[in-house]
């Protein structure tokens, strides 16, 4: 018996990267499963390697920060699968490089609206499904981006730390409801996101410096993130519940030092 077996979920971002491997992983542990994003052709390859596998799931192409396609989700779920026990709010754009004095207000809304505002719609509508329905499990990828500086440029870092905040009143404000709310912090994962850092290395032949920073000595892969996801899913992680669960190779372990003066 699979670990989320009679289970409905719904996973967003699901075209590339973690949301791929989080909605596979899902499927295989016996999830019925709504996959969402804006990419339509990736989320076709999604959607028919779970179906290959022998898994329940539909499409839907949408943008996270439409209240509508969100509410729909979940009705989706509703209508298809028979109800709602799992939502993760794990797309995410990672708004460049651009430094703070060249940031401009529009890109803060842009990226807001999908790093903060889809988080925010997913414990919305979800929420309010699950809390009249027996419980659930909603996840949202944050970021160790969110937790210190470091990890990506300010507004992106802002938002993931929004989403650690939102997670821990999203969780008290349904309190005794049966509803979890967690957050995921993942470090250095190679998806389609951190591409360009990846081909640049091996381009310049270095590989094997990604990841050196954390005491894993590399960078993880999107299967390591959505280990996590099927646990904060499945009622193994029953009494988990407002956490930001990082997931970094443990990279916000530790003060910066300098390797072998200082252990
Ligand atoms: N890769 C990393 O190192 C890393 C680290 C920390 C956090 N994250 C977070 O993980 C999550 C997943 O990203 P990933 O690394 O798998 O990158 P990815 O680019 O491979 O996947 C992100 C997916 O989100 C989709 N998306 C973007 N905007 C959307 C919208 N408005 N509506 C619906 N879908 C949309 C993209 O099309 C893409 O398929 C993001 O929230 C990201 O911020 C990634």
Redesign the pocket.
Known sequence: MGRLENKRAVV??????????SAIAFAEQGARVVV????AT??GETTELIRDAGGQVRSVV????DPELVEDLVQQSVREHGGLDVFFA?????GGLTQLFDLQVEDWLSLL???LI?PFLAIKHAGRYMRENGGGSIIC?????GIRSG??STH?SAS?AAVINLVQTAACQLTGTGVRVNAI???????????PLFDYARAAGKEKKIGQLNPTRR??Q?QE?AHMALFLASDESSYVNGQACVVDGGLSASHPFVPGKLA
């Open positions: 967003t971002g699901a075209a590339s990267g973690i949301g791929r491997a969402c994003d804006v990419e990736g989320l949408g943008s996270v920060s794990n797309a995410g754009v990672s609206k999908v790093n889809g990828t944050a970021s160790v981006a990890a990506g992106y993931k912090c993942p470090g250095l994962i190679e998806t389609g996101m951190t591409q960078a993880g999107p993130i």
